[in-house]
């Protein structure tokens, strides 16, 4: 009997790389079909926690469900810290853009939308974790207001 071996899904190669370059990060990768629009990602860090959505972009379209773009719109509407991160092909630029943008992100090329960051390769990893953290001790500052 012949094995066949599935190459893995493009997001998976996201999750990698984003697990073995930012290590100062509590990771835990939720596959949630019960729950529609959980993100692929939560993390907790010294400066809080928060959640990223994975996409790999084809033609700089990402595609997110109409559970997607709720789940990340309520989340962010409700003083949380959610994220979609994206990259198209092997060595494209990495973009992190607010969870308050997935609307957009599902309608539009994402070159047209103002990332939160973008990150060329080879990729500045802290750079990422930085910005992800600016955003959540901004979003407590106005928490505690």
């Known amino acids: 009997m012949q094995t066949i071996k599935m190459s893995p899904k493009p997001e998976s190669k996201l999750w990698k790389l984003l697990r073995e370059n ?60 959610a994220f979609v991160l994206t990259k198209e092909g092997r060595k494209g630029p990495l973009f992190l853009f607010s969870g308050l943008q997935a609307k957009k992100l599902a309608t539009s090329n994402i070159l047209e939308i103002e990332p939160m960051v973008k990150i060329e390769a080879p990729y500045d990893w802290d750079s990422l974790l930085n910005r992800i953290a600016v955003s959540c001790r901004q979003n407590k500052l106005s928490d505690d207001e």
């Open 22 to 81: 930012v290590t100062d990060v509590h990771w835990t990768r939720i596959e949630s079909w019960a729950s529609p629009g959980v993100p692929d990602v939560n993390g907790c860090a010294s400066f809080g926690e928060f959640w990223i959505e994975l996409k790999v972009a084809k033609n700089n379209k990402i595609v997110l469900s109409p559970h997607q773009i709720s789940w990340l719109l309520s989340r962010c509407r409700f003083g949380g810290n």
